[in-house]
């Protein structure tokens, strides 16, 4: 068996350790005699293993109890109608930030609920920067701020968290665990899994607990936070697989030495790819290089012709999912926490590979 280096942006790598113990554990969890997949989310088994991902995660984030930790469906792309649903209050007023495919997306659907105040934009250059915090024209009566610090698809990045006096809500599905984060900045915090945190099908959201509780009556249960937060994230049948494998994820990142090691390692990842680029007149990235992502690095080949020969010898090369996303073209390596630093280094030997024979 041999595992191929995996740049997908998502569902993403997963850590192998992880995957390994899965398969272990698949068919008898813990000597239960049955996985861990055929069991009641009632159970005391499944019940204890919900309890210890949400601790682990608190222990990684350093989360404190002013805020509930929440598993629930529907991917990140069911929190762009839950956030206005529940934290909209009489003002019926939001501002966004617009720095990408995703905030556009959560803008899109925020405005089917309430006053939509598009406070900053970088729009106007294709989303390669982020606009500084002093050219943001945020409302005196907005319920919330909403932001995504890391745009997957265009591969920018805050360098900063926003200083606002409104509950701050943050779409991190891209970056979160990838290092260590002040969550007490934030109202809300919300990812899918299948990034950096375990496989599709399960999304986190970390809510400060006085935020729970403004819903209307008309919004249904499913949608509701303090519904979940009232229930543990078993209203009704959480993804009990995709809850277990990141609690895995969430020991293994302990394991590793926990969020200032994880740092370190993206950061030297970033670096190592960003650098090679930059040296390179055969490759480029137009980001702003301090708006840079450190979990997304799409690249373009100065003639884009070349583009289809690329993927093809990477993939014969065993260098997986580099084709950047579908609206934007070119290339893109996610280096999420479980692609191996050995992963971007066969990366960039391929790439000064084909530079030299293609260059
Ligand atoms: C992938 C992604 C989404 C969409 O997630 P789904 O789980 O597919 O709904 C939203 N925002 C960001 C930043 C993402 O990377």
Redesign the pocket.
Known sequence: MSRAFNFCA?PAALPEAVLRQAQEELLDFRGTGMSVMEMSHRDQVVVELARRAEQDLRDLLGISDDYAVLFLHG???TQFAMVPLNLMGDNGKADYINTGQ?SSKAIKEARRYGDINVAASSEDRNFSYVPPQADWTLSADADYVHY?P???IGGLEFDFIPEVDKPLVA?M??TILSRPLDVNRFGLIYA?A??NIGPAGI?LVIVRRDLLGRAGASVPAMLNYQIHADNDSMYNTPPTFAWYLAGLVFQWLKDQGGLTAMAAINERKAKRLYDFIDASGFYSNPVEKADRSRMNVPFVLANSDLDKDFLDEAGAAGLHNLKGHRSVGGMRASIYNAVPEAAVEALVAFMADFEKRHG
């Open positions: 998502g991917g990140a792309s995703w995504c890391n745009e997957t779409d599905s891209s899918g299948q990034k999304t």
